[in-house]
């Protein structure tokens, strides 16, 4: 089984259209030895032809674009994207879905009934694209159950609720529920192995890290590296725990929670905001990263599992 990172940034991508905070900055004027990013998003394969997408970036065509992989050519309009899991409702997750418009069916959609409400109420894609192809809903659980897709044999997804926090347009946005945001365990049948994928998370708790312990590899929040990055770049008011990220650094940090975990279990940060000093491939922090054995995603990485 094979994952493919189709974008490891955060909302906004790297470098951000309007910002001009040092890693943009010196990304655009090849000042930083870092990589662009684009919006957040994988696919999954079982068979090297089929594809679960996980998450609809904004980017998905460039994506789609830079992934040959994704398209078979099997008939004159076709597509390895079988079809679409959304692990919450934030734009960066969503905001592809209008841009595969063209299909000449249905498009197969799997997502929890509260992301399906924000993204038929507050942001309503489903109610626009019943005008151009339409989607066939499948409900998610987020109570841990494993899950097949219609069409994609050889997956198999547990899905679990995870602390976070569901989309700024979303009436829940201060007092977010079980099933706005989703962990999800990526399962092999036929060897077992298991990927821990959470863009989103903002909240280690015991019983996370006994599910985190059961996987191979885990593939988590990247967002920020300390708790008021965005303040003190002068960027936004916000904090990470506002937003549902855990940073990275600190006491209870990311590096601390993954450092509860063997060695042997693969650990990839993803989802990066463009503001993450982590960026940069010869920074300090990049450095304390790959002492603790933590690597940081970027697109086009292969998973193999
Ligand atoms: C988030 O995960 O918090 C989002 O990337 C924010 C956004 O899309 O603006
Ligand atoms: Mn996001
Ligand atoms: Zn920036």
């Known amino acids: 089984m094979r994952i493919r990172v189709l974008g ?6 790297f470098p951000q259209w309007n910002c001009n905070c040092a890693n943009c900055d ?3 004027h090849g000042r930083i030895k870092a990589r662009a990013r684009t919006q957040s998003s994988i696919a999954v394969t079982a068979n090297g032809l089929d594809w679960l997408l996980v998450n609809a970036s904004p980017d998905i065509l460039t994506q789609i674009r830079d992934t040959p992989d994704l398209q078979p050519a099997r008939a004159v309009r076709d597509s390895g994207i079988a079809a679409v899991l959304l692990m919450d409702a934030q734009i960066d997750h969503v905001t592809g879905l209008i841009m595969l ?31 151009y192809c339409g ?7 987020s109570d841990g159950r494993t899950i097949t ?27 977010p529920r079980a099933g706005d945001n989703l962990g999800l365990v990526i399962q092999n049948p036929a060897n077992g192995a298991r990927v821990f ?16 312990a059961s996987c191979s590899v885990l593939l988590v929040d990247g967002t920020f590296w300390t708790e008021d990055e965005m303040i003190t770049q002068g960027l936004s008011k916000k904090k990470a725990a506002e937003m549902g990220h855990l940073p990275q650094s600190g006491p209870g940090g990311m590096i ?5 975990l063997p060695r042997s279990i693969r650990k990839i940060l993803i989802h990066i905001n463009n503001t993450n000093p982590m960026l940069i491939e010869d920074s300090a922090e990049r450095a304390e ?15 193999v599992f």
């Open 149 to 175: 897709v219609d069409g994609l044999p050889g997956i198999e997804v547990q899905t679990v609720a995870i602390a976070s926090k569901p989309p700024p347009y979303s009436p829940f946005r201060g007092n």
């Open 289 to 303: 990263l790959t002492r603790h054995g933590i690597e940081v995603a970027h697109d086009g990485m292969d998973i």
């Open 101 to 131: 418009r063209e299909r000449g069916s249905k498009l197969p959609l799997l997502a929890t009934p509260e992301v399906l409400s924000d993204i038929s109420s507050g942001f309503p894609i489903t109610g626009i694209l019943s005008h």
């Open 135 to 141: 989607v066939a809903t499948t409900e998610l659980p």
């Open 26 to 28: 010196g990304l655009r």
């Open 256 to 260: 601390e929670q993954l450092g509860k």
């Open 197 to 212: 994928y959470a863009p989103g998370l903002g909240a280690v708790t015991p019983e996370l890290l006994t599910l985190m």
């Open 8 to 13: 490891s940034s955060a909302g906004g991508g």
